[in-house]
């Protein structure tokens, strides 16, 4: 099993839609998370940072799940401008705190 | 307010030439770390450092090597170019092992 997964999708989503997407990992030990953002040939961007239950910031909702161990990401009211990949980043610590990347979900937003 | 700050943004090689990838952070960061992404695919790490003249293997190491021998800078060397090596190269930092990382806009890297 990948230390960290993602559906690597795309989501294709109309305008104004809600959309969830969740990542899983496998070291029950990791405390961190992030969700990040990369456009397409740029480099990722941190969204959010996941520290305890969760945390929400506008239309963004991070939730931690420790007994599943999965984190998700809302986005309610979808924008055009949010059509991005999302990757997420637990920590861990097997290797001396280092974040795993997962391999991202791409979303795209239509009109 | 730089950040982190990669050059050259873009190169191409040859098979069996070697450059290297300069990487400096301006933000007193301890970590910093090297990874590559090929199209399509998310990110794996190369190599990474947790202070000067510490470095450490990630997933996908042979090929590279780096050096820390201050805070500010991580170069990474490739020693004997090969097509496999083709991808975008991403420099990151961030404070503790903890933080979030910070990452430079990356260099394309072709080697025909």
């Known amino acids: 099993r990948k230390e960290v997964e993602q559906d690597p999708g795309p989501f294709n989503v109309p305008e104004g839609a809600t959309v969830a997407f969740n990542c899983t990992y496998s070291n029950s030990a990791s405390q961190s998370f992030f969700w990040y953002r990369q456009d397409c040939r740029k480099e990722p961007k941190l969204l959010m940072s996941v520290y305890s239950s969760g945390n929400e910031d506008g239309r963004f909702t991070a939730q931690l799940n420790r007994a599943s161990q999965y984190i998700s990401l809302l986005i309610r009211d979808s924008k055009l401008s949010d059509s991005a990949t999302y990757l997420c980043g637990p920590m861990n610590n097997n290797a001396g705190n280092m974040l795993t990347f997962g391999g991202g979900t791409r979303l795209m937003v239509k009109p | 307010n730089a950040g982190v700050t990669q050059t050259p943004k873009f190169r191409i090689l040859k098979i069996g030439q070697s450059m290297t990838l300069q990487c400096t952070q301006d933000m007193n960061h301890n970590y910093m770390y090297w990874y590559r992404q090929d199209p399509g695919m998310g990110l794996k790490l190369i190599y990474y450092s947790v202070g000067a003249g510490i470095t450490d293997k990630g997933e996908v190491p042979n090929g590279y090597n780096v050096s820390r021998s201050t805070t500010e800078d991580f170069p990474l060397r490739l020693e004997l170019a090969a097509p496999s090596q083709t991808s975008v190269y991403f420099c990151?930092?961030?404070?503790?092992?903890?933080?979030?990382?910070?990452f430079g806009d990356g260099t394309r890297l072709s080697i025909l």
């Open positions: 990151a930092s961030s404070r503790t092992g903890n933080q979030p990382q910070h």
